[in-house]
T-cell receptor
């Protein structure tokens, strides 16, 4: 099956700093999503981005499908950005819409 | 539109018991998937249902089963609970005929003692 690797596993930032989270995947994908898991466990949709670049406020994401990676940028980080960020891809070859997740990047933003 | 809802939110069961979790998808979404999250294994796919049919199943024992009703609501059942079944169970819905972006519910946190 498809493999998803996220880096770095842990990231500590001072409030106001910028960061880049990376997601590498082992095969071509039809869907790539970025999620933020809140302290209560819910996965919050950030981006649906199988290719190209999208921006939403202080967050933006870029997926280069031909090179099998995606980047999530967080600018001017705030303490509320803390949490775990997951990248997940769909391998349509599995015949369904099964998401394969990376292990996540745990972000801690300190005041 | 209301989001994905899951009930119950928290559950404590004893080893050997069985449990049923429920998921109501976003209105109009016909695909429902289930995932298990544990500290050791991360987020793992359990199964996916579309129009009451199981389309795919992850690598879990037969104690884990599910079903989907005609209104797209889904249930998953775990029989003969083991301590290792303690986890956060997440449900996601999508509308494949429109796009395959998946939306998650708040999860059910199951503790097996």
């Amino acid at each position: 099956g498809i493999q998803v690797e996220q880096s770095p596993p842990d990231l500590i930032l001072q409030e106001g700093a910028n960061s880049t989270l990376r997601c590498n995947f082992s095969d071509s994908v039809n869907n790539l999503q970025w999620f933020h898991q809140n302290p209560w466990g819910q996965l919050i949709n950030l981006f649906y981005i199988p290719s190209g670049t999208k921006q939403n406020g202080r967050l933006s994401a870029t997926t280069v499908a031909t090179e099998r990676y995606s980047l999530l940028y967080i600018s001017s980080s705030q303490t509320t950005d803390s949490g775990v960020y997951f990248c997940a891809v769909v391998d349509r070859g599995a015949g369904s819409y099964q998401l394969t997740f990376g292990k996540g990047t745990k972000l801690s933003v300190i005041p | 539109k209301a989001g994905v809802t899951q009930t119950p939110r928290y559950l404590i069961k004893t080893r050997g018991q069985q449990v049923t979790l429920s998921c109501s998808p976003i209105s109009g979404h016909r695909s429902v998937s289930w995932y298990q999250q544990t500290p050791g294994q991360g987020l793992q796919f359990l199964f996916e249902y579309f129009s009451e049919t199981q389309r795919n199943k992850g690598n879990f024992p037969g104690r884990f089963s599910g079903r989907q009703f005609s209104n797209s609501r889904s249930e998953m059942n775990v029989s003969t609970l083991e301590l290792g079944d303690s986890a956060l169970y997440l449900c996601a819905s999508s509308a494949p005929d429109i796009g395959d972006e998946q939306y998650f519910g708040p999860g059910t946190r199951l503790t097996v003692t």
